[in-house]
């Protein structure tokens, strides 16, 4: 439920109304908004007892059930989009970062090569698998900790945040401690232990949409990582199976207003896993963008064609620069903008 407190209610009320909802049993999500304050109390079914009861209280004014299944996820108890921020800039509220990369770690050589000139083009954030969810058990299956170590060492030398997939819920914590963002794939995005793991890891979590998974049942794998009280959370957007064959995913780029109208997380597209090949990678970004997305996560190769994972994806230098020069020209058309590194202190 959704508590609303009175206009002009200060700390005090509002910490007297949390310690009552912890007393009940529920959890509380505290969102401070321009003239009031809103409590989320989130536990199971409050009865309408439960409801009464707050709403006697003096700091409250109302209280609301929340409609939806998922309940952290919510517009409804966050009506501001959520920030997310990283030294080389933010996501969500009008600011797009791009992480860009391979799609897997190979060598140091690669990797390092990729990081400079993804940065140089203006992204803000390294992608690249050093654990290779594939789909035969005979492909490339990543570098493993070895990868890791490139990806840690990449950003030394750029600056650049990493985001890195998880394949297990044992994995978490050694990811954990090379990765900036951990990325679950749509091959796991309904691995319940592995989004808890994740949840309780400290780190900010990219969530990708399973091949063929709802809109609702991606936001309630979300409600799994923001239950463990981790709010860092982008969804994304990488194409959905459908009968069409000629690419390799359908991109549902009507996902990106839903998801904007139902959930206050940034909200970002996967256009390389849609396109499957690096022709229509570009088309489907700008899509996205101009759909609303506050980000993209894109494969980039120094030698695509000699890829181990996903070469007829991945953009070459030259495909990237030019993609992130039409990025940069679409944004101010739409009233958003690349995103740039925070002030020094
Ligand atoms: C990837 O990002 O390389 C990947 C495996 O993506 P997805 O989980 O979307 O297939
Ligand atoms: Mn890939």
């Known amino acids: 439920m959704l508590i609303i407190l009175k206009r002009g209610s200060g700390p005090q009320e509002v910490e007297s109304v949390v310690a009552e909802v912890r007393r009940v049993g529920y959890r509380a999500h505290v969102s401070e908004g321009e003239h009031t304050t809103l409590i989320g109390a989130i536990g199971k079914g409050p009865t309408p007892e439960l409801i009464e009861h707050f709403r006697a209280l003096s700091a409250v004014q109302d209280v609301i059930p929340i409609s939806k ?7 409804e108890i966050s009506p ?69 170590e490139i990806l840690a060492e990449a950003r030394r030398q750029t ?21 900036d963002v951990l990325q679950i794939g749509a091959r796991n995005a309904q691995n319940f232990a592995l989004l808890q793991a994740a949840g309780q890891s400290g780190r900010a979590v990219l969530l990708k949409r399973g091949m063929s998974m709802t ?16 709010m860092r959370v982008i969804l994304v957007e990488r194409g959905i199976r459908t009968f069409e064959k000629s690419t390799r995913f359908t991109l549902d780029v009507s996902a990106v207003p839903v998801l904007k109208s139902l959930t206050h997380l940034p909200v970002w597209i996967d256009p390389s896993h849609a396109a499957g090949k690096r022709d229509w990678v570009t088309a489907l970004a700008l899509a996205g963008l101009a759909a609303g997305a506050d980000g993209l996560i894109v494969e980039t190769h120094p030698d695509p064609e000699k890829a181990q994972s996903d070469a007829a994806q991945q953009l070459n230098e030259a495909q990237f620069a030019d ?16 995103t740039r590194a925070l002030e020094p202190a």
């Open 69 to 75: 299944p998922y309940k952290l996820a919510s517009l």
């Open 80 to 148: 501001k989009p959520t920030v997310l921020r990283w030294d080389t800039g933010a996501t969500g509220g009008g600011e797009v970062m791009i992480a860009a990369g391979p799609c897997g770690v190979e060598s140091l050589e690669q990797t390092l090569t990729a990081a400079h000139y993804v940065k140089k083009h203006g992204a803000q954030m390294l992608r690249g698998g050093a654990f290779k969810p594939r789909t035969s058990p005979y492909s490339f299956q990543g570098m493993g900790q070895e990868g890791l």
């Open 159 to 179: 600056g650049l945040p990493v985001v890195t997939e998880v394949v297990s819920p044992e994995q978490v914590d050694l990811v954990a401690a090379y990765a």
């Open 215 to 230: 809109l609702e049942e991606l936001l309630m794998s979300a409600e799994y990582i923001l239950a463990q009280g981790n």
């Open 323 to 338: 993609m992130m020069s039409r990025v940069k020209a679409l944004l101010p058309a739409l009233g958003r903008r690349l």
